[in-house]
């Protein structure tokens, strides 16, 4: 039996059941997974005990597939639980790391429990899993618990299947477990009987205080407190981009957000991921936390040690990564207080080792989904399940958002969030994961697939591994694939692809595509018009620079909007002029960019996405005429998304003084009317009436509930993300999918 049946009481679970029914045998954990012998006299039992095994399982475990073996019977009278047998090649999926579970909670804050006020208390139902393990079986001698010894109350506790904590590789308690300590801002060891209240002080006291999780720290101060808020902002040179925040109860939150069932559920499920919930008009916290923005990322305490702070700190907590700029979380103490010395004040930490990064999910409920906006502790490495089967194959995902995927069977293990690879400590969490997935799930990949971008370092990383062959895709395709796979779905369909960049195969930017194909091959029917970016990759954090490209290619004679005024307007006409570092795009992303600068909304960021996001803020919901458009062939019935119509009549607009709220409305109703248009032709040439929505770009709420609306509503089945996200943190799925295809000798990438 394999699945997600370790380090979840899948043994005491089938021992209960075993006994309970008379049974005799034995349960083993084996590097394939469960292996159970069960024997009885009476048929009826035999079929019961199966029809349990389906139907109760604890609700942590997850069957992928049972196989079963008629045997003799044996002299067995009793049912036992067998040593673990780590011999043989790894089929058993790892358990995510589990958000607290009710019965610990009531242990930790009852004063006459043992574990009462202890940080680190888990049973078989919660706690670590990923972030620990080194490698399978998952038993405590491959945890980083393997330092510490159980006193004899654990030990009975570990030992007794009938126990909540039987085989909870991590268990512990105030006398044998981890332990909290309070380090100064230099590292030093403060002298202190209680850290936690120590924590909590400093966060009364504007302070910013780094707080050891269980897949790395967080950086901390109260969500109320604006001197903190600004203060952790300076510190962390993270200008604008929003914070996430820890609420103390689903009542707190309320009290500050509106909230659905989708999200209430989300919240306060086992995996406990941080939801982007729309803010209540006086929400009373620091407008500091997510500024300019109408959703606020709020999660609940999923640990003991985050319990423990809420329930003596503020009801509200800025609970952020703890790194500056775009470096990894740290994981480690020493790396903590080298990291982060000039932004934390003290640090709460403790002593069991985090063997894995891994940072807080990320999630929406966009068109009645819960949707990952970015995937990691909670859901990795739970597997994404697959339509079938077939060779094991390893992809190295891309350049920004990075993940990686290993496929197995029929199994896809989506990795966690890694992050920007031109980091190199985050280069060196690639390596780390792309080591640990395949060390513990024992895979021999036959082939390792990249995207086509020959600068990548997980490109270049691919080729580096010179025992396996590799294979680059193209990034759009890779978009289209990991959709169709998620969707269990291996039929051609129309992919609407938006995002910010991509290589194309004709070595320019892509990023506005509507390919027709499956993973094995994809034609490339039309394409936003190129536009020249001058600047190139600068053009990402000054969407005034794609604004005078935008502006250069839709005006014989180049306009000045406003904020031109302040802009170096003469260098960058004379990069447009002579072709020089201009590289044209197609890029949907970019298109967003422009129009939120020619607005006046935005002509600088300070974090990717930023322009997109405060134009489709600044939206008077979906309303209005669209702009002008075009659709023109660009021969071999292939289609070109002429925007010059449209970038002619918002600049009409901005200088006759239209509301940004009006141009922003009308411009995502013209996106909506330019998509749906080019759709219906791609139906007409292909006769498929599958639409795959993919890219970055689809996280606009605003674009892809009303475009998903239309599609479906005009008898079209659409295909969209949920289980991985639609940012290039899915595109590893993609890439692996595309693989298996290419050993199967099918694949023809993109014509």
Not at 11 to 21: D, E, S, T, V
Not at 165 to 172: E, G, K, L, S
Request: aromatic share 8%; with cysteine.
């Amino acid at each position: 039996m394999s699945g997600i049946v370790q380090g979840v009481g899948f043994r005491p679970f089938i021992y209960r059941l075993a006994k309970g029914a008379g049974l005799s045998g034995y349960i083993r954990n084996t590097s394939s997974g469960v292996c159970i012998e069960i024997q009885s006299p009476e048929s009826s039992k035999l079929d019961r005990f199966f029809f349990d095994l389906r139907h109760m399982a604890p609700p942590l475990a997850k069957i992928t597939s049972i196989e079963i073996e008629e045997i003799p019977p044996s002299s067995e009278r009793e049912f036992v639980i067998m040593s673990s047998d780590d011999e043989g090649a790894a089929e058993t999926l790892v358990a995510p790391d589990i958000a607290m579970c009710e019965a610990c909670r009531k242990e930790l804050l009852s004063p006459s429990d043992r574990r009462h006020g202890y940080a680190f208390l888990n049973c078989t139902d919660c706690g670590p899993r990923y972030t620990i393990i080194e490698r399978i079986p998952y038993d405590r001698r491959y945890t980083s618990m393997k330092d510490f010894t159980m006193c004899p109350d654990c030990e009975r506790e570990y030992h007794d299947p009938m126990d909540r904590r039987f085989h909870a590789q991590p268990n512990a308690c105030p006398v044998c477990g981890p332990s909290l300590q309070i380090l100064d801002r230099d590292g030093n060891v403060v002298p202190c009987d209680d850290p936690v209240g120590y924590a909590v002080a400093s966060l009364k006291s504007s302070g910013v205080v780094a707080v050891k999780g269980i897949g790395g720290f967080h950086l901390s101060v109260d969500a109320f407190d604006d001197k903190a808020v600004s203060a952790l902002r300076k510190r962390k040179r993270r200008e604008e981009k929003p914070f996430a925040v820890m609420a103390r109860s689903i009542e707190t939150i309320e009290k500050f957000c509106d909230i659905n069932a989708s999200e209430r559920e989300a919240l306060c499920s086992p995996q406990a991921p941080v939801v982007l919930l729309k803010k209540k008009a006086r929400h009373g916290l620091s407008e500091e936390i997510a500024p300019r923005n109408d959703r606020l990322g709020v999660m609940l305490p999923y640990a003991p040690l985050h319990v423990l702070l809420m329930n003596r700190g503020p009801e509200m907590l800025v609970m952020t990564s703890a790194n500056s700029s775009d470096e990894p979380i740290a994981i480690e103490n020493s790396e903590a207080v080298s990291r982060l010395q000039e932004i934390a004040d003290c640090y709460l930490v403790h002593d069991r080792p985090v063997y894995l990064r891994c940072d807080d999910s990320v999630t929406v409920h966009l068109a009645g989904k819960l949707r990952q906006v970015r995937r990691s502790r909670g859901y990795v490495p739970e597997p994404v399940p697959l339509l079938s089967g077939g060779a094991s194959v390893f992809s190295t995902g891309a350049e920004i958002k990075n993940t990686v995927c290993l496929l197995k069977g029929n199994s896809a293990i989506v990795s966690q969030h890694i992050g920007d690879l031109r980091n190199y400590e985050s280069y060196r969490h690639f390596q780390m994961v792309a080591d640990h997935l395949q060390q513990i799930f024992q895979a021999s990949p036959e082939l390792i697939v990249s995207d086509m971008h020959p600068a990548y370092l997980s490109s270049l990383w691919a080729l580096e591994q010179k025992d396996i062959p590799s294979l680059a895709v193209q990034h759009h395709h890779a978009h289209l694939a990991s959709c169709l796979a998620e969707n269990l779905s291996d039929a051609p369909a129309i992919g609407v692809i938006l995002d910010g960049t991509g290589y194309g195969i004709d070595g320019t930017s892509w990023g506005g595509e509507v390919l027709i194909g499956d993973a094995a091959e994809a034609y490339r029917f039309a394409c936003f018009d190129p536009v020249p970016l001058p600047g190139g990759d600068a053009a990402v954090f000054h969407p005034w620079r794609a604004a005078a490209g935008y502006l250069f290619h839709s005006f014989d004679t180049v306009p000045e909007p406003g904020f031109m005024r302040d802009k170096d307007m003469s260098g960058v006409m004379q990069l447009l002029e002579k072709g020089v570092n201009s590289p044209v795009t197609s890029s949907c992303g970019r298109l967003f960019d422009a129009v939120a600068a020619l607005t006046g909304l935005c002509s600088d960021i300070s974090y990717e996405g930023q322009a997109a996001i405060e134009l489709m803020l600044a939206a008077r919901g979906f309303e209005g005429e669209p702009f002008s458009w075009e659709i023109s062939a660009s021969g071999d019935d292939r289609w070109r998304l002429d925007i010059s119509p449209m970038i002619r009549d918002i600049v009409t607009a901005v200088q006759s003084g239209v509301p940004v709220a009006v141009i922003s409305s009308r411009f995502h109703v013209t996106i909506v009317e330019l998509l749906y248009a080019i759709v219906r032709k791609a139906v007409a040439y292909s006769g498929i009436h599958r639409v795959v929505l993919s890219g970055g770009v689809f996280q606009n709420a605003l674009l892809f509930e009303r475009l998903t609306e239309k599609l479906e509503r005009h008898g079209l089945t659409v295909l969209t993300h949920a289980l991985v996200p639609c940012n290039d943190g899915g595109i590893s799925l993609g890439q692996a999918v595309i693989g298996r295809e290419y050993l199967k000798g099918r694949y023809k990438g993109v014509l």
